[in-house]
């Protein structure tokens, strides 16, 4: 028997014009619509008429459920992948139904359409030539501490996405962090309350501080600038490391955070080198 084909389809972010031709072609003739939540999924076949067979796909059953599906696919059933909004399987779940099905000899089709991270990007202001997307950070300060401080001496344009719960005390980590880096903040985009703030991190954090914002964020930062970046060679970061131990008295670890910061270098690579001369 021939396997069936998954295809992963973008759906709209906010606005449902956004559907493309292809897409609503696909979730119509497929046998069966895989959602990350089925009663939203159900608005937007609701809208366009389409009545093809809906089941759940959303985190928690994700261990078990690609199994289940792949002997579905193998049995010549075609399946649509579909997240809340976007792109499935970025920031969400069906990545290992993905995986999973190219392990089993799966065609997988991309069924391409809008999504947060590019409408975001191109629309903030900043440099879009070269980015890296972080997804959603770790609810641990220290773990979302040390993704930011990747940032630098990185002069890529940084991503993130976040929840309204949260995005005040990221853009103050980030504020505190590189005060003076360009910050884009999108919310809701293309939905009726669809805002982009601009600003310094620390003009753009200020805005949130007073009220709790509403809706779905993506959080753009600047990378570091040429003027911003500091060269370091080895000497010099063991030597900042060393005062920071012996004539203030920090941490090691503490002194390699601080260096990290005052060089423009990734915590890691100061990490390291300090290491390698201990030992």
Known sequence: MVPGTLYLVSTPIGNL???????????????????EDTRHTRKLLAHYDIHTPLTSYYE????AKPAKLVE????????????????????????RLVTAAIEAGVRVVPVPGPDALTAALVSSGLPP????FEGFLPRKRS???????????????????????????????IAELFP????????????????????????????YRSKT????????VQGCSSDEAVSADDETVIETVTNLVEREGLSRADAIKQAARTLGLPKRTVYNLVSRRKR
């Open 213 to 220: 914002p509403r809706g779905e964020f993506v959080v753009l």
């Open 129 to 132: 030539a070269r980015f890296c």
């Open 17 to 35: 014009e956004d559907s493309t031709f292809r897409a609503l072609r696909i979730l119509r003739e497929v046998d069966l619509i895989a959602a």
């Open 60 to 63: 928690f059953k994700e261990t």
């Open 72 to 95: 579905k696919l193998l049995g010549g059933t075609s399946v649509a992948l579909v997240s809340n909004a976007g792109t499935p399987g970025v920031s969400d779940p069906g990545y």
């Open 180 to 207: 003076e880096r360009k910050v884009a903040v999108a919310r809701e985009l293309t939905k009726i309350h669809e805002e982009i703030l601009r600003g310094t991190a620390e003009e753009v954090a200020e805005r």
């Open 143 to 173: 773990q979302r501490r040390a993704r930011l401080e990747m940032m630098a001496s990185d002069p890529r344009t940084y991503i993130f996405y976040e929840a309204p719960s949260r995005v005040a005390a990221l853009l103050d980590e």
